[in-house]
């Protein structure tokens, strides 16, 4: 048996197909017609089993209820979360998300961009990361003319919203943590250059470390490289913790650029003799699932990822509402409050 048709519903209903039509697509004529009919309509579409043809609606509209989601790599922690809360945002909304994974690759963002356009997405919602090192792929994305709202971005311009954590305040949560359990010889595995975060991190450790008379040891402060490899930062991790060691400078305490380096960090620890968070306390940043599970579980600076995707899609969402209604929609720029997690990888110093 085929699919039900809207002349099927109206041999059911005794009415036209235009008037069938015109009930169903809830159309501005839908107004003038009888409670009575549009209930007789509505009873046999759902006796039959009708359902609309969302294709030649979206046509029809020029509308296709979906939106664009472009993240740089699918196996990146942070990145399970945000989709999970674009994705329950967006349903709520009745809106369908096209995904697609840009693996940290400049020519594929760009060709997911294209194809996300040939599709004539309503939106678009990035989850950035190193991708939006080069100004020219903001600039391009401002000529397209969609809604568009980049996550784990700051950004200063008037067309591309952007949702991202307060970075600054994050870190400066993190090193108060520690100085506050008394440590005050810490290391630091600093964010790598080419990444947005980097720099604003390491600004709210400094002010926190001004603020309270804190020496930071150059000595004890190393970097991460600019690896395009989101799964290269355990082993990073791993690496410039053995190199902290190898320098004698002493430690008590480790603040690493997020998670995934704090766990290499805890890795090395351990295989040298040193017992977190007995002998040395380590925090990170994010909040992955894996830090919690992780032997000791990690204490560290969560990034509410769920809520910024919901933000994200909240913020396109206005964008596509006001594009239908022709109006001007400004960008907005908005900083989620992160929230200090203790577990067990910190205790006061020994």
């Known amino acids: 048996m085929g699919a039900v048709t809207l002349r099927d519903v109206a041999a059911e209903s005794g009415v036209s197909p235009a008037t069938v039509s015109i009930v169903l697509n809830s159309a501005p004529l839908a107004r003038y017609i009888p409670q009575q009919t549009k209930s007789r309509i509505e009873r046999a579409a759902k006796k039959l089993g009708y359902r609309p043809n969302v294709v030649a609606r979206s046509l029809r509209s020029k509308r296709n209820h979906t939106v664009g989601v472009v993240l740089f790599d699918i196996t990146d922690p942070f990145c399970t979360l945000v989709i999970r809360g674009i994705e329950s945002a967006l349903y709520q909304a009745g809106y369908v998300p096209i995904l697609t994974d840009a693996h940290n690759e400049r020519a594929r963002f760009e060709r997911c961009l294209e194809m996300m356009l040939d599709r004539r997405v309503e939106a678009l919602i990035v989850i950035a990361n190193w991708l939006f090192v080069d100004v020219n792929l903001i600039a391009d994305l401002e000529k397209r003319n969609i809604p568009t709202a980049i ?200």
């Open 151 to 350: 996550i784990g971005r700051e950004l200063q311009t008037d067309s591309v919203s952007s949702v991202l954590v307060d970075n600054e305040i994050g870190a400066a949560m993190a090193l108060e943590h520690l100085y506050k359990l008394g440590h005050r010889k810490i290391a630091f595995i600093r964010g790598p250059k080419v990444l947005g975060d980097s720099s604003s991190r390491w600004r709210g450790i400094r002010s926190f470390a001004r603020a309270n008379h804190l020496e930071i040891d150059p000595g004890l402060v190393v970097e991460l490289p600019g690896s395009l490899d989101p799964k290269s930062a355990y082993e990073n991790g791993h690496r410039l913790t053995e190199e902290l060691l190898r320098r004698k400078h002493r430690f008590t305490a480790l603040m690493a650029f997020d998670d995934m380096t704090a766990l290499g960090a805890m890795r090395a620890l351990e295989k040298a003799g040193i017992k977190v968070p007995d002998h040395c306390s380590v925090i990170g940043f994010d909040d992955v699932v894996p830090g919690a599970v992780s032997a000791p579980p990690l204490t560290t600076v969560r990034q509410p990822m769920e809520a910024m995707g919901a933000a994200a899609v909240s913020l396109v969402m206005e964008g596509i509402s006001a594009a239908v209604e022709q109006n001007s929609f400004p960008a907005r720029h908005q900083k989620m409050a992160p929230e200090l997690v203790v577990r067990e990888s910190t205790r006061r110093r020994p």
